[in-house]
């Protein structure tokens, strides 16, 4: 079965620094997005994005953070400084023109110390 | 607004017994699709089932079942026979066709089954 696969599953990086989340979509899907979950709470929309551009994106999507679409396989979400309270899991998402394919990625676990 | 009410935050059972997970759910939306999603300790989305607004037959897989009602907004989650390795943190999640194509989710339930 296709799968949304997420790397790195775990990233340490320190406060301030810029850190890159990686994703690579199902093949055929076209549209992208990004969730966050702090520990212990609930999944949040950070974005989303179709056709090379952002479609829709939440409060949480401050000017700290961009997403790209490098090349036809990769979706990526920079967090340009990173703060303490950026620690969360991080789930990319992909569908295709439906909602029945809608598939999520095992998440990638940033913790800022 | 498009909203998912997990009123249960923590339930504790004994293996064997069933045990029920409520879902109640708010959109504007005329179509719309509803997920349950399992997520164990180590963190990662376990897709459990999808339910689209037109479609209000229950649906069993197993030891697991779902009552979706239209008329109550709800799409609650029975487990039977619950096992210890059932014990995660289960999601219930909104998303509609209609008013954007973001998930909007429920608050979670943490099962913790007890052998």
């Known amino acids: 079965e296709p799968e949304v696969t997420q790397t790195p599953s775990h990233q340490v990086t320190q406060m301030g620094q810029e850190v890159i989340l990686r994703c690579v979509p199902i093949s055929n899907h076209l549209y992208f997005y990004w969730y966050r979950q702090i520990l212990g709470q609930k999944v949040e929309f950070l974005v989303s994005f179709y056709n090379n551009e952002i479609s829709e994106k939440s409060e949480i999507f401050d000017d700290q953070f961009s997403v790209e679409r490098p090349d036809g396989s990769n979706f990526t979400l920079k967090i340009r400084s990173t703060k303490l309270e950026d620690s969360a899991m991080y789930f990319c998402a992909s569908r295709g023109t439906g909602f029945g394919g809608y598939t999520f990625g095992s998440g990638t676990r940033l913790t800022v110390v | 607004a498009q909203k998912v009410t997990q009123a249960q935050t923590e339930i504790s059972v004994v293996e064997k017994e069933d045990v029920t997970l409520d879902c109640v759910y708010e959109?504007?939306?005329?179509?719309?699709?509803l997920f349950w999603y399992k997520q164990p300790p180590s963190g990662e989305l376990v897709f459990l089932i999808r339910r689209n607004s037109f479609d209000e037959q229950n649906e069993i897989s197993g030891r697991y079942s779902w009552n979706f009602q239209k008329s109550t907004s709800s799409f609650n989650f029975t487990i039977t026979a619950s096992q210890v390795v059932d014990s995660a943190v289960y999601f219930c999640a909104l998303t509609g066709g209609n008013t954007g194509n973001q998930f909007y989710f429920g608050t979670g339930t943490s099962l913790t089954v007890i052998p």
């Open positions: 959109t504007r939306d005329t179509t719309y699709y």
